[in-house]
């Protein structure tokens, strides 16, 4: 504790992270406005990471197996949990320097593109969530996916309306207790489905081919990666009311302690029930093409509307890094936050921006393989090798010391873990290129 407390007190080096001046950045001032507590730090993590992507895990271990894939998913949550915790502490060092609204695309430059790509993608699962009810409610409509995405883009564009992170903090609370709501129910649907007497036959086999098997491996590593990431860890930081000390680790325990329970039920009820036949969304395996629903369809019903509601909180917390760039070009720092001046370009901007995000969700409708590339290219570099890197750099552990080999260690590993998840997710995705049509009305998975 003493060596902590004299490293943040005396900082030997000239920080590697470039300043950020609150008096004339309208972004800062206004998206991440600083008024939030470490419970509000907890909704917003959160929902930043355990989102409707869980039920695509059991899907992940069809390409590890049970030991493999209970250990690469504790192992990637310890990980992730040791990296944001040593982020955040880069990030206290900062406000210690006088730096406070640190975003992490000062950090990374493709972070603006990952962000807009999960927007994109919780824009489509809406739209194909209000697809399934549609479908259910009238078999025969005409509705094709690209009008749901539109309906899903129009409630975006009004919700995109409030103005800064923290007033999103309700939402996010309500966010947290969907995932919660829609993971017991679909826990519940796949323990009807596993022990009924019509149960899908369970094959836990892996592939049969060596290679193919490894290549399996790794999609479902970088598929686990993405679950785990969070490309706003410092965006929501900076809304926290000064000091910050101590307040995100109480808000990672917060998240993790949701991620304990939701992900793990997820991955063990739905390869329990469906094995190697696990759909990338385990809620197709439930409502299958063909023959009846494998579980009671208004609880099915229960858990797609949860999923729904939460997807426009995820869309919502992802956009705040482009908001926030938009509001530091656009915004007069020193007019009101609801003056004409500042009011009208957010209207059109934001408008504009949640337009664009819908348009790309109806023109490429192919999710399941995108998840994973964005898994191996976006989330591993930015929160399993880039906090590593920094705090190596900002804190100058000794060379002899356990935490600088660790980082050295983990920055290693998954620099290898996200060149082959890569690999085998690019690959993947060019072998089910034949499926993909742009405007389709069926999401690829």
């Known amino acids: 504790m003493q060596d902590y407390q004299k490293i943040m007190e005396d900082p030997p080096t000239p920080d590697p992270v470039p300043d950020s001046s609150r008096e004339d950045d309208a972004g800062a001032a206004f ?55 040593l982020m955040s502490l880069v990030l206290e060092r900062c406000e210690k320097k006088g730096r406070r609204h640190i975003r992490f695309r000062e950090l990374a430059a493709d972070v603006l593109a990952i962000n807009t790509g999960i927007g994109i993608g919780a824009i489509l699962l809406a739209g194909e969530c209000l697809q399934i009810m549609y479908s259910n409610l009238s078999p025969n409509g005409t509705m094709k996916l690209y009008e749901f995405i ?97 307040k995100m680790l109480k808000g990672l325990l917060m998240c993790y302690a949701v991620i304990f329970v939701t992900f793990y039920s997820a991955a063990v009820s739905g390869y329990w029930a469906f094995g190697n036949q696990s759909n990338s969304n385990i809620l197709k395996s439930l409502m299958p093409d063909e023959g009846p629903s494998l579980a009671p369809t ?34 007069d720092v020193k007019q009101g936050m609801f003056s004409k001046r500042n009011l009208i370009p957010r209207l059109v901007l934001r408008t504009i921006y949640m337009m664009f995000c819908g348009f790309f969700a109806a023109m490429l409708p192919f999710f399941g393989d995108v998840n994973a590339v964005v898994g191996a290219i976006g989330f591993i570099p930015l929160d399993f090798i880039l906090p590593m890197l920094l705090y190596n750099i900002s804190f100058k552990p000794p060379r002899s010391s356990l935490t600088y080999w660790v980082n050295v260690f983990i920055m290693v590993v998954f620099t290898g873990v996200g060149l082959l998840g890569a690999f085998s997710s690019i690959r993947q995705l060019v072998l089910d290129a034949s499926q993909f049509k742009l405007f389709s009305s069926n999401v690829v998975n």
């Open 31 to 85: 998206v991440l406005e600083s008024k939030g507590q470490w419970w509000h730090a907890g909704f917003h993590l959160t929902t930043a990471i355990v989102g409707p992507t869980i039920l695509t895990l059991p899907y992940a271990f069809r390409g590890l197996g049970w030991v493999p894939g209970f250990l690469c998913l504790t192992v990637m949550g310890v990980v992730t949990f040791y990296s944001y915790q």
């Open 150 to 246: 539109a309906i899903a883009t129009v409630v975006m564009i009004v919700l995109s309306q409030l103005p800064t992170f923290h007033s999103l903090r309700h939402i996010n609370l309500v966010s947290l207790l969907l995932s919660l709501g829609y993971t017991f129910l679909v826990v519940g649907a796949c323990v009807h489905a596993g022990s009924a007497k019509n149960a899908p036959p369970k094959d836990y086999s892996l592939e049969t081919s060596e290679s193919a098997m490894v290549f399996s491996a790794f999609t479902s590593i970088s598929i686990i990666a993405s679950l785990y990431g969070n490309g706003i860890l410092p965006e929501i930081q900076a809304t926290l009311a000064p000091p910050v000390a101590g």
């Open 298 to 331: 208004w609880l099915l019903g229960l858990a797609i509307v949860f999923v729904l509601l939460q997807l426009f909180a995820i869309g919502l917390v992802y956009s705040q890094v482009a908001f926030e760039i938009m509001e530091k070009k656009s915004a």
